[in-house]
């Protein structure tokens, strides 16, 4: 054992230090990945692809970019845009028929990117880590199927999938997943979803990651991705902590959807110059959202968002209420420059965090989380 350390030492220094950093916590508290498997790099697309997906526990390491584009051809199928919001203003397109039957979409033709459309399917036992800022994931986004379990995915930028078009691909995509950890990575430049939970529940944290909204091609027309995060698999166990969400003008996050059943606990997390809605919430999901920062954000959460099941934290009294049911106080949420913050304090959120307990998470006085936040969120920060 220890020839065979000091000759990857000797080999590449880089990547024998490019191991899983801290332990998962939250909704991914035990969550192990690859586990002792020893540490190896892809030596190209091909080799990534099958390691992802095989059935072996494994420690990934991404230590170079591995670009998607042009490797599966492109497509140019029937799609449509928004009459208000054109590709010549800074619009997406729409692949395919599913959103082009409003009477303000208007007809065209799209040639797209094939490879985003399929993501690199995941297996079990699998960390995903990438190398210093090297490691980089260009064209295709990742797939957790309903029967990958145990999967860390830290310290990856995963970007540019056919931005301009909506339904070119999607970042994260989580169905059914149970105990997965995304942590310290960066999401930018996709055409849909930089994460979505659907179909069965999954259960996750996400951690420390930057979603980068900042963009030419938008839904809104305003330089703002609108497809943030969505979380509506059937019985969702979310975390969301000190995460970056910048840039951004809608769905970020969305929790829930209606007739299904979601947990959510949302800490610490940083909202700036978004140009839209952060918080969406649907009735079903029990929600709580403390000590998180908004700083030049339009709408923090949606005035829609069901009035039951959601604790939000709005003043030091709602603050102090938790203690009955969690052992401590909350954190009140902080706004500048911001709008409505509306009050929110059903305290079936609390009772359900109680429940789980074992996975709640503590978090820090609202005044360090910008700070802490925009210094240590997103990739090479670990």
């Given at each position: 054992m220890l020839a065979s350390s000091i000759f990857l030492v000797l080999l590449a220094p880089g990547l024998a230090v490019a191991q899983v950093k801290g332990s998962a916590y939250g909704f991914a508290k035990g969550v192990s990945g690859g586990g002792s498997a020893t540490a190896a790099a892809p030596k190209d697309i091909a080799e990534l692809k099958s390691w992802l997906a095989d059935a072996t526990a494994r420690v990934i390491l991404i230590d170079k970019t591995f670009d998607f584009r042009g490797t599966e051809g492109t497509s140019t199928d029937a799609g449509c845009y928004q009459s208000t919001c054109t590709p010549a203003n800074g619009g997406q397109t729409y692949i395919g028929t599913l959103s082009c039957g409003g009477s303000n979409m208007v007809?065209?033709?799209?040639?797209?990117?094939?490879?985003?459309?399929?993501?690199?399917?995941?297996?079990?036992?699998?960390?995903?880590?990438?190398?210093?800022?090297?490691?980089?994931?260009?064209?295709?986004g990742l797939r957790l199927l309903a029967t990958t379990t145990n999967v860390i995915i830290q310290n990856i930028h995963i970007t540019n999938i056919n931005p301009k078009s909506v339904w070119g691909g999607d970042a994260l995509a989580f169905e059914g997943s149970r105990g997965v950890w995304v942590d310290h990575c960066k999401l930018s430049l996709i055409g849909r979803m930089f994460i979505v939970s659907h179909f069965a529940g999954s259960q996750l944290t996400v951690s420390n990651t930057e979603f980068d909204g900042a963009t030419t091609t938008s839904a809104t027309c305003n330089g703002d991705h609108y497809w943030g995060a969505m979380f509506f698999g059937t019985d969702d166990f979310v975390t969301l902590d000190r995460n970056y969400w910048h840039d951004l003008s809608g769905r970020s996050p969305k929790l829930g959807a209606d007739g299904v059943s979601t947990v959510v606990q949302a800490t610490n997390n940083f909202f700036y110059n978004n140009k839209g809605h952060d918080f969406d919430i649907s009735a079903g999901t029990k929600a709580l959202i403390e000590g998180n920062v908004f700083e030049s954000v339009i709408?923090?959460?949606?005035?829609?968002?069901?009035v039951l099941n959601v604790y939000n934290v709005p003043d030091a009294a709602s603050a102090t209420a938790c203690a009955s049911y969690l052992g401590?106080?909350?954190?009140?949420?902080?706004?500048?420059?911001?709008?409505?913050?509306?009050?929110?304090?059903?305290?079936?959120?609390?009772a359900s965090m109680k429940s789980y307990?074992?996975?709640?998470?503590?978090?820090?006085?609202?005044?360090?989380?910008?700070?802490?936040?925009?210094?240590?969120?997103?990739?090479?920060?670990i």
């Open positions: 007809a065209t033709t799209i040639t797209w990117d094939k490879a985003g459309a399929t993501a690199l399917v995941v297996g079990s036992n699998k960390s995903i880590v990438g190398v210093g800022t090297k490691g980089v994931i260009i064209g295709k709408t923090p959460m949606t005035i829609s968002t069901a401590r106080n909350c954190v009140v949420n902080a706004l500048s420059g911001s709008g409505e913050w509306p009050s929110k304090t059903d305290d079936t959120a609390l307990i074992n996975y709640a998470v503590a978090p820090i006085a609202a005044s360090g989380v910008k700070s802490y936040v925009t210094a240590n969120a997103g990739i090479g920060r």
